[in-house]
């Protein structure tokens, strides 16, 4: 299993969840795990654990795909793997 880390940052606002759930659905991940908050009344922020063992792109183009679709829904949607992660988070 391929797993990568999805984060959206930005203004609180109806919609945002689903967006990102559609788009990872429609590029085939899915979502292993996933967590919400609002931070002072407005400030939404989500991370998401996902499976792209079967993407239906390549991992550099889901990558623009998220970034388009965040541009597109005023957030920061970013993915990384989770080696990168995991490698960038150790002491």
Avoid at 9 to 15: K, N, Y
Wanted: no cysteine.
């Amino acid at each position: 299993m391929n797993k990568a880390i999805v984060t959206v940052l930005g203004r609180d606002r109806v919609g945002i969840i689903a967006s990102v759930s559609n788009r990872l659905s429609e590029l085939g991940i899915n979502i292993l795990d996933i967590t919400q908050t609002v931070m002072d009344e407005d400030i939404f922020v989500m991370l998401m654990l996902a499976d792209v063992t079967n993407a239906s792109l390549p991992f550099h183009e889901v990558k623009e795909n998220l970034r388009l679709l965040g541009e597109a829904q005023h957030v920061s949607i970013r993915i990384q793997s989770e080696e990168i992660f995991d490698a960038m988070h150790k002491i």
